[in-house]
């Protein structure tokens, strides 16, 4: 090998300078490269002459819902009761299931369990009792948790974990909703018939940095809260005692066999004669078919009592006035009052295919009203919301209650339709299909591309049935608001076309309040304000939570030189559906009312 010159050692020297700082480098990105502090992925492994220690575990990855926002209100206070919860709950929690924290990561933390159902159970119950905690907190001020749980193939370092494993449970823990649990299709499996939760099935999901597709399913915050408490300790199969419990168990399920027997001796017919009816199979059950089962008083309180019947009996009544409905009667749900109910076969027995369920709660001066909407034919949670009022107005705060739930209910199940008829007849819908997916699509938001789409699939809808009140209805709302906000090629034909397409409607059916609604709209692009105003009037005697014909009431009125009275009806459309996708476009009429006014900061505010 030659000799080098003085220069060339320099240059040499230089270069491997370089090149261990470019391996440093390297080693110090891989080994800053984190989720939350959780490291990333297999490129992080030691080298290859290096042990690599791996094992199969559950990982429980949390997080607080809105942390920013909640230390921005109100720094020390967050820090004191995120400290509180641990000290108090979360912690003694993972332990009593033989837990181990990983990490923590200021709002989150990463925790191990050598068991699926250990972190499932720990999760419910730390989710569950959070719920408990926060009754008497303004929700503003609530920590809620979220929480992702996956099991997989991770790598041990130093008493850390990472790999695909930990983003995966990172992943699902954004995916869940606060005071929610998310879990994968591998935990999912693992825990079935272990434990009795029914999650809510989400599909598949590609999520960033994950290379496959995740089996994702979801436990709300409500379903949470409604779940039995599990026994405590480990499972009742391990215990001295497990075998005087099976005989137990035996012995209980032959009384009920026996009972059963005497039940069809006594009445002459079995409910399975009942059951299997031709008009309960799957098939021809209703689309929008539901029962609203009675509220339940959580609070042992006689005036919430009356307050939680009278949601059951007018949310009954205000459902049966969705088009195409079909609502179980109310004397008939007051049969299942304090009894408890398996939602499959209840739906089964009635021929629905929804169930509404809810309780009442009592929090200080507050009344707290937890609804959930269950699908009957999977017993899955489809969507559940909480309401909250002052008990010293609890008539009102029925009104807002029934008219809110009314509404998103209607939004949901035509959601819910949606999604079963492009699962289950995805290449030959019918019209009513194709009617379900276009007020899916107008429910999405105010888009062009959302609008356009809906057009669309109405229109085909009614190349199946032209008569379909449901397309009718549809088709001309989606035309009359191309048409209003100038999205249409052709506004001149598509406003003539929603014309001809609402006045069939309401020759179908005469008291259709969205096509009443609809004809208002088109009186309003004609500037005939009275004659939309009495059209607006008609649509809401006939559906009294039709929230969108209050506001454009109150625009309507503007637009007539009497902007003092907008503010009412708009203000009601709000209390009616305060998370409508419309609400902005309600926000907006009330700042063009003050701006009739001469009040700028009021409109601008």
């Given amino acids: 090998m030659p000799l080098l010159t003085q220069s060339g050692h320099q240059s040499r020297c230089a270069r491997l300078r370089s090149r261990a700082g470019l391996l440093i480098s390297i080693h110090a990105v891989l ?32 997080d607080v819902a809105g942390y920013s926002r909640l230390m921005g209100m109100d720094e020390e206070g967050t820090l004191a009761q995120l400290k509180a919860h641990r000290r108090a709950l979360v912690d003694p929690k993972i332990t009593e299931h033989r837990g181990r924290i990983v990490k923590t990561t200021g709002d989150g933390m990463l925790v191990e369990f050598a068991s699926v159902v250990d972190a499932v159970r720990c999760a419910v119950e730390v989710q569950r009792s959070m719920a408990e905690r926060n009754a008497e907190v303004p929700h503003d001020k609530c920590i809620e948790f979220r929480v992702g749980i996956h099991q997989g193939d991770v790598i041990i370092e130093g008493g850390d974990i990472f790999g695909d494993g930990v983003n995966v449970a990172a992943r699902l823990e954004g995916f869940a909703e606060p005071g929610g649990i998310c879990v994968s299709g591998r935990v999912h499996e693992d825990v079935q018939g272990k434990l009795d939760i029914c999650f809510e099935d989400a ?12 089996h994702v399913l979801t436990l709300p915050a409500a379903a949470v809260a409604n779940l039995p408490a599990f026994s405590r300790g480990r499972d009742s199969s391990s215990s001295p005692l497990s075998g005087w419990r099976i005989w137990a168990s035996a012995a209980l399920a032959l009384l009920f066999v026996l009972a059963g027997i005497a039940t069809w001796w006594l009445r002459g017919e079995t409910a399975d004669h009942r059951l299997s009816s031709p008009a309960t199979t799957a098939e021809t059950v209703p689309r ?55 939602v499959k076969q209840i739906g089964h027995e009635l021929g629905v295919r929804y169930i509404l369920e809810g309780s009442v709660q009592r929090t200080g001066d507050q009344v707290r009203v937890n609804a959930q909407l269950v699908d009957a034919q999977t017993g899955a949670h489809l969507w559940a919301d909480r309401f909250d009022g ?16 009314s509404r998103t209910l209607d939004v949901q199940l035509t959601e819910a339709e949606s999604l079963r008829a492009e699962r289950e007849r995805p290449k030959n819908p019918d019209a009513v299909d194709l009617a379900m997916r276009g007020w899916a699509s107008l429910n999405h938001g105010r888009s062009r591309e959302n609008y356009t789409e809906a057009r669309d699939l109405f229109e085909a809808a009614l190349r199946i049935d032209r008569q379909l009140p449901r397309a009718l209805d549809g088709l ?62 008609v649509a809401i005697a006939n559906g009294r939570n039709l929230a969108e014909a209050y506001a454009i009431i109150g625009n309507t009125n503007t637009l007539r030189g009497h902007a003092d009275e907008a503010f009412a009806p708009i203000e009601t459309a709000i209390r009616l559906s305060p998370r409508d996708p419309l609400l902005n476009i309600w926000l907006y009429y009330m700042g063009h009312a003050y701006t009739h006014l001469g009040q700028d900061l009021k409109a601008i505010e």
């Fill in 203 to 214: 599909g598949e999901h590609q999520f960033k940095n994950i290379a496959r597709p995740v």
């Fill in 390 to 405: 002052d008990r010293s107005r609890l008539g009102q705060l029925q009104d807002e209650v029934t008219a809110r739930l």
């Fill in 31 to 62: 080994a800053s490269r984190c989720y939350d502090g959780a490291r990333l992925g297999p490129s992080e492994a030691p080298l290859a002459t290096e042990r690599v220690d791996r094992r199969l575990t559950a990982i429980l990855a949390a």
């Fill in 288 to 342: 929008l078919s539901i029962l609203v089962l009675p509220f339940e008083n959580l609070s042992h309180d006689p005036d919430q009592e009356y307050f939680a019947d009278g949601i059951t009996q007018d949310l009954t009544t205000d459902l049966s006035r969705i088009p195409d409905s079909f609502v179980i009667a109310v004397n008939t749900a007051l049969t299942f009052k304090s009894k408890p109910v398996d």
């Fill in 476 to 537: 001309a709302y989606a035309l009359i608001h191309l048409v209003r906000v100038q999205w249409s090629v052709a506004p001149d034909q598509d406003l003539a076309r929603a014309d001809e397409v609402v006045a069939t409607a309401l020759q179908i059916r005469p008291n259709d309040a969205i096509a009443h609604m609809i004809k208002g709209y088109i009186f309003l692009y004609q500037k005939r304000f009275e004659d939309a105003i009495a059209a607006f009037e």
